[in-house]
């Protein structure tokens, strides 16, 4: 399940598709060596990319209305 996230979020996002890989076990492995919770989830889900397209949407926003003001 894991690569095929990867991989659609690297279509998504417009990148190669081996960063989407990259961004699917760098943060497991990272996690593996680093980490305290033997509970905690991480790789690709689809909660950051949805708060950072919303992030993206009001910097764009407000790119958009300063540039109309000018």
Known sequence: MIIAQGLSYANLAGVPSVYGLYGA?????????????????????????????QDLAR????????RREK
């Not at 492995?29 to 689809?46: C, D, E, H, K, M």
């Not at 910097?59 to 300063?66: N, P």
């Open 25 to 53: 076990f760098t943060p497991s492995i990272v996690y593996a060596l680093f980490g305290t919770s033997r509970q905690l989830a991480v790789g690709p889900v689809a909660k950051y990319p949805t708060l950072t397209i």
């Open 59 to 66: 910097w764009a926003g407000r790119k958009a209305r300063d």
